[in-house]
């Protein structure tokens, strides 16, 4: 019997220090929100070419749309620009 008592009173010993240590640690990354608050969402824009979306502050304009990117841009206005 007193050895039943002496594991219980361990595990709480343990237990109330695992608990106590939790709440020193810092937040995971990526569990709480940022300090500047909610993410700000951004409109996706598909590429003309390939059709791959990407933010609208990644899109490169060029004539006939949006593309992810130089060579994308520059195939397409070159496919389009024939007579």
């Not at 598909?46 to 979306?53: N, S």
């Amino acid at each position: 019997m007193k050895y039943l008592i002496l594991m219980l009173v361990v595990a709480g010993v343990l237990w109330w220090l695992r608990s106590s240590r939790r709440q020193d640690l810092p937040p995971a990354p990526g569990a709480a929100h940022s300090p500047d608050g909610p993410a700000q969402h951004e409109e996706m824009l598909a590429c003309a070419k390939c059709g791959v979306h990407l933010p609208r502050s990644e899109a490169l304009p060029g004539r006939g749309g949006v593309f992810c990117g130089e060579a994308h841009r520059r195939d397409f206005e070159q496919e389009h620009s024939r007579p």
